[in-house]
Every structure is written in C-alpha cells, then in structure tokens.
T-cell receptor, first 117, second 112 residues
Framework: DTAVSQTPKYLVTQMGNDKSIKCEQN?????MYWYKQDSKKFLKIMFS???????INETVPNRFSPKSPDKAHLNLHINSLELGDSAVYFC????????????????FGSGTRLTVV | EDKVVQSPLSLVVHEGDTVTLNCSYE??????LLWYKQEKKAPTFLFML????IEKKSGRLSSILDKKELFSILNITATQTGDSAVYLC????????????FGTGTRLTIIP
C-alpha cells in the first residue's frame, strides 16, 4: 500500500502552460505539505495544510495555488509555468501539528519531476 | 534567518569504512532534528532527536544531538554500497506550526 502517492511522477511541459500535481495520503495524518527540491537537492517548504486549513505559506509566487478538498488530499496547481519552476516537487504528511515526539516525522511521496521547456 | 548547514557536501569512502556526517543549525524555536536518507526518490526517515546527549541507534547507524553547540552527527559504521545516498538533516521548529528546514545534504558514495 502506498502511504503518500503523487501523480504524475514526471511532467514535461512548455513555458506558459498551467499544470496540476495531485497528492493523496492514506495514513490518516492531519497535516500535509508541499516541498520543492532544486537541482542541488535542496528541499524547501512551500505550503502546509492541517485539516484542510492553510497553516504555512512560504514565499512562493502566487502562480502556485494549493488546494485541499479533504485532509487526505493536497493538490498543487501552477499557472503560467516558468523555466525556474523545473524541480522535483515532494508531497509529505505528518500526524501531529506543532509537537515533538514520534509523530513528528514526515512521510514523503516519491516526488514529481517537473521539467519546463 | 533559519539555517541548517551540513558537511561535508560529498564524501567518497571504501566499503567497510566508518563515516561521520555533520549538521549544524541556527533556527528559532527549535523542536527536533531529523535525519533522512534519499536515494533515487523520496527521503526516508532515519532518526528524530529532541534531547541532547542521547544516542539513537539503528543497526550500523547512530546519531546524537548537542543542543548547546547546535549540532548533530550521523555515524555509519562498516559502510556498505547500499549506504550510498544523499543524507539530509532537517530541523523542526516554529512552535505551533511544524516546519522543517533542510540542509543541503551530504552525498555519500561507497566504493566496493
């Protein structure tokens, strides 16, 4: 059983297009995230949702819009794609909000490699 | 600005060697430090550390946190080719809204 699944795994698209990446988790976790990993393997948080509520919105262009229809899903829509958006996008989930302890560790999806040409 | 720095950036050793990976941090409202292993795809969780001086072990891997000096180390003994990966250090912080700030990772290559 896949715990955090993202689709698609690969996405190649032209500049200016609009695309979406979907994420679903079957762990019953309350919090979901989107992270961006650049070519140097640097992972940086973009968004965090807790029970469908946006709780973290880092400095991300407003071309990026997350949507959480329910706590098991967090999708990422990107408008007017630019070359610099090329990266691997990871979805993740965690159980507890804002607390240490065993529940803090994340479970990551396998990533979506986005290439903008 | 929150910062997590890992060293070395890359490391090449022979199978059987012991390696030590370093992670130092400066963040507001520290909550925990986590180590992940990333091979081709998703980072996989290794350890979470919240208390100073308590070593966590899993097989040949171990890790310890020093909250006074703001660093952690990850040790791997008797390395194997399957240990080749990028090792990521992340710090959980900002009480109330969990957020991980990642380091840039250490790329470890084990030569048979």
């Amino acid at each position: 059983d896949t715990a955090v699944s993202q689709t698609p795994k690969y996405l190649v698209t032209q500049m200016g297009n609009d695309k979406s990446i979907k994420c679903e988790q079957n762990l019953g976790h309350d919090t979901m995230y989107w992270y961006k990993q650049d070519s140097k393997k640097f992972l940086k948080i973009m968004f965090s949702y807790n029970n469908k509520e946006l709780i973290i919105n880092e400095t991300v262009p407003n071309r990026f819009s997350p949507k959480s229809p329910d706590k098991a899903h967090l999708n990422l829509h990107i408008n007017s794609l630019e070359l610099g958006d090329s990266a691997v996008y990871f979805c993740a989930s965690s159980q507890e909000r804002g607390r240490g302890g065993q529940g803090y560790g994340y479970t990551f999806g396998s990533g979506t490699r986005l290439t903008v040409v | 600005e929150d910062k997590v720095v890992q060293s070395p950036l890359s490391l090449v050793v022979h199978e059987g060697d012991t390696v030590t990976l370093n992670c130092s941090y400066e963040v507001t409202n520290f909550r925990s430090l986590l180590w992940y292993k990333q091979e081709k795809k998703a980072p996989t969780f290794l350890f979470m550390l919240t208390s100073s001086g308590i070593e966590k072990k899993s097989g040949r891997l171990s890790s310890i946190l020093d909250k006074k000096e703001l660093f952690s180390i990850l040790n791997i003994t008797a390395t194997q080719t399957g240990d080749s990966a990028v090792y990521l250090c992340a710090v959980g912080h900002n009480f109330g809204n969990e957020k991980l700030t990642f380091g840039t990772g250490t790329r470890l290559t084990i030569i048979p």
